[in-house]
T-cell receptor
């Protein structure tokens, strides 16, 4: 199993540009989520999904869109990048059962200039 | 609202000494509690979890955690710290709505 994969590893954008961060998992997990990690703030949930066709907002959803057309993929779209979106982004997945732990991808380091 | 607190940003401990990384939580209902570790430039790795039952949970790399319902705490422990344990540690709780809430992280430095 590859686990949770994310692409790209690094990205530099100019203010106003859009892009999609890719996330895929091969563990047949129903639950997938996106977090951003900023110094001193831990991980903050952006969006999550409990299955194909179902998404919901987390703590910091503004400026981001998601879709879940398949169980395996959960892309995160930045609509119009802003410097405040400079961060490290992590995708994670788990079984829907409450006691299941999340598995994390390696992260994408995004810089918006 | 659900929340997780890690009161110490930084913990320093000498190699071979016991270590404790503190975590308290606030969640309605029975909590599912987790500890993760993050090494530099890597994603988070699962260490251990509490579901129900025995209050002392054993996990990977010799780590264990003690669940205390009355104090709403889930402190991470290890009897003898290694330099290689130096990393960022996150406590997390999963609520009945399947959302995970993470603490702000504790940076552990083990001094040789």
């Amino acid at each position: 199993n590859a686990g949770v994969t994310q692409t790209p590893k690094f990205q530099v954008l100019k203010t106003g540009q859009s892009m999609t961060l890719q996330c895929a998992q091969d563990m047949n997990h129903e639950y997938m989520s996106w977090y951003r990690q900023d110094p001193g703030m831990g991980l903050r949930l952006i969006h999550y999904s409990v299955g194909a066709g179902i998404t919901d907002q987390g703590e910091v959803p503004n400026g981001y869109n998601v879709s879940r057309s398949t169980t395996e993929d959960f892309p995160l779209r930045l609509l119009s990048a802003a410097p405040s979106q400079t961060s490290v982004y992590f995708c994670a997945s788990s079984y829907l059962q409450g006691a299941s732990e999340q598995y994390f991808g390696p992260g994408t380091r995004l810089t918006v200039t | 609202a659900q929340s997780v607190a890690q009161p110490e940003d930084q913990v320093n401990v000498a190699e071979g000494n016991p270590l404790t990384v503190k975590c308290t939580y606030s969640v309605s209902g029975n909590p599912y509690l987790f500890w993760y570790v993050q090494y530099p430039n890597r994603g988070l790795q699962f260490l251990l979890k509490y579901i129900t039952g025995d209050n002392l949970v054993k996990g990977s790399y010799g780590f264990e955690a003690e669940f205390n319902k009355s104090q709403t705490s889930f402190h991470l422990k290890k009897p003898s710290a290694l330099v290689s344990d130096s990393a960022l540690y996150f406590c997390a709780v999963r609520d009945a709505g399947n959302q995970f809430y993470f603490g702000t992280g504790t940076s552990l430095t083990v001094i040789p």
